[in-house]
């Protein structure tokens, strides 16, 4: 209900997911006398089941207050939903800070996370197509540790989400070489290539901003702070590349003729280019997952996050998650335990 766009463009993008894959059910969360036209109107009563939530988190509530007075809300709901085991993913338009915080404290974190973490999709010349980076904006700030379970979770979703067997791992820097950046990369560089034969994953060392999208990496890690500025740079990079691409073919007639002799190949740009597709970043390190789509996602962009919860809800990813993140934290406590010995 929180969305930009309203729960029509939600009900049309579940619309789009429901004659897509007819293994998907749906449980919609909000005002029951608003949603039964709409779900009436695309033909989905028997795939659709309604759960009554009269209250809206908006854009702009804190996420306190909404911990304190929202028990009535779709959101609220819908994590609610997720924690007794009625769904297996919540998927979210609404307010990032408040979701997260009502999925960490319902849901709470798996044994061993320190800090949560959003993953995030990004378009690279990888063959999957794309690369994952995390953290995107759960959390400003991260220690070594915290960035290690950043790779341990980021490793998971592209093994589990992507089927990588063996994905390559990169620390983001503000240069390759091994004497720039904080003390904290430093000493995270060491941990997660120490951690690499043990977790099954190649870590490539730092990269910098240019690699994200390219072939060199399959997990970009970073901070929060970092990866939400690169996250928004990156798609407001795009828009404006879309905006330009338009602008050029429609200065001249010649270049509009141009245009429509190139209008296949400039039709698949546009969808490798096109944010919506590869919408949803994906909350990990917690008893439970959770999508959280853009807020100004239209039927594309919400057909695409329900996509990814499906395709993540099949794979037994959050179990698998959960394994990894206690091997790995039983190691580091065996190795802690030795250096003291």
Request: glycine fraction near 12%.
């Amino acid at each position: 209900m929180g969305g930009d766009n309203g729960p029509a463009a939600v009900v049309a993008g579940l619309a789009r997911s429901a004659h897509k894959n007819p293994d998907i059910g749906f449980l919609l969360h909000g005002p029951k006398a608003e949603l039964e036209p709409l779900v009436a109107k695309r033909r989905l009563t028997d795939r659709v089941e309604i759960r009554d939530a009269p209250g809206i988190v908006r854009m702009d509530d804190k996420p306190s207050h909404v911990m304190r007075n929202g028990k009535d809300t779709s959101m609220w709901s819908t994590i609610e939903a997720v924690r007794n085991g009625e769904a297996e993913v919540a998927v979210s338009c609404g307010n990032t800070g408040a979701l997260m915080l009502l999925s960490v404290v319902r849901l709470r974190k798996i044994e061993g996370v320190n800090r949560p973490a959003i993953a995030c999709l990004w378009p690279s010349r990888n063959p999957s197509g794309f690369n994952i980076m995390l953290d995107v904006g759960a959390d400003i700030r991260a220690d070594a540790g915290d960035l290690l379970q950043y790779a341990l979770m980021g490793v998971s979703y592209a093994r589990n989400g992507q089927g990588i067997a063996r994905p390559r791992v990169g620390l983001l820097n503000n240069g390759t070489e091994e004497h720039k950046g904080r003390a904290e990369l430093h000493d995270a560089h060491a941990l997660i290539g120490q951690g690499a034969e043990t977790g099954e994953y190649d870590f490539v060392g730092f990269v910098e901003g240019g690699d994200i999208p390219s072939s060199r990496v399959d997990v970009i890690v970073t901070d929060g702070f970092t990866g939400n500025i690169a996250l928004k740079t990156g798609e407001g990079t795009a828009s404006l590349i879309r905006d330009f691409l338009r602008e050029a073919f429609k200065h001249t007639p010649l270049s509009r003729l141009a245009a429509l002799l190139a209008l296949t190949s400039l039709r698949r740009l546009q969808k490798r280019i096109d944010p919506r597709r590869v919408n949803g970043g994906v909350f990990l390190g917690l008893n439970g997952t959770v999508v959280k789509s853009h807020g100004s996602a239209d039927a594309t962009g919400i057909s695409a996050a329900i996509k990814l919860a499906f395709k993540l809800a099949r794979s037994g990813f959050n179990e698998r998650l959960a394994a990894r993140v206690a091997a790995a934290s039983a190691l580091n406590k065996d190795r802690a335990e030795a250096a003291d010995g």
